[in-house]
């Protein structure tokens, strides 16, 4: 193997140890995102069940204004019931005094309704509180989590970017970037080995992506020490000994 392809290898072994302390700290962040969209649902039921026992109090204390102000009318006319000269006006006000009595004893029992919704909300708005407070909770335990991750691998990740640099400075720059461009793609994973895949005849296929290769790739990767990626995955290919020899 040529010296690009050796230092192309040392550089994807020092990858894959960053990609997967990587990903061991991203799982755990993507609990604490899932964490705090959760959270954020929570808040917004919360909101919701806030603005509907505002206005559904507003609504009682506006009934019960209209309740004394009709008590204050019966109370009136039952005063003019008593200075009431004649028959015709006693009995016309007695018909007005029934009828609001009547009135406010419908508004009364709206006003109860009201009220016993308005415990039920309460209660759906405390318990919501209550849930909240412990996602919350929760929510810190998992970012606490991740802090600690992050302090674990801190000195390994350090050490392992400055291997990184190390190893990249020998990789030529068009290989270096097809390098770092597959690395994107594919969570550090950028090598991939040419297997052989008929033992009679002469087939080659990408482990990566376990894709036919060319016998004219094979032999490209074979004479010339480049970068020389499959045409499907787009993996910078190599041949091990054994293969190599069999080609041969
Ligand atoms: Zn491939």
Known sequence: MGATLEALHRLQEVELQIA?????????????????????????????????????????DRLDLDVKSREAEIAKLRTALQGAKTNK?????????????????????????????LDKKRQVHAELQAQIKSEEARLEELRQVVREAEDKSRDRLESLRAQR??????????????????????????????????????????????????????????????????????RILFLD???ATSVR
């Open 20 to 60: 997967e302390l990587r990903k061991v700290i991203d799982r755990k962040a993507r609990a604490v995102r899932q964490q705090e969209a959760r959270i954020s649902e929570l808040q917004a039921k919360y909101q919701k069940e806030h603005d509907a026992l505002r206005s559904g109090q507003m609504e009682a």
């Open 89 to 117: 006006e006693y009995s016309a006000i007695l018909t007005q005094l029934n009828t609001n009595k009547a009135d406010n004893s419908k508004l009364e029992d709206r006003v109860l309704a009201l009220m016993s919704e």
């Open 165 to 234: 640099i190390e190893a990249a400075a020998v990789v030529p720059p068009s290989a270096l970037e097809l390098f770092e461009r597959i690395a994107r793609k594919n969570d550090g994973e950028v090598m991939a080995r040419v297997i052989r895949t008929n033992p009679k005849r002469a087939e080659y296929a990408c482990e990566g992506c376990n894709m036919a290769i060319t016998i004219e790739q094979v032999n490209a990767i074979l004479s010339r020490d480049d970068a020389i990626p499959c045409n499907i995955c787009g």
């Open 241 to 243: 000994t054994a293969a």
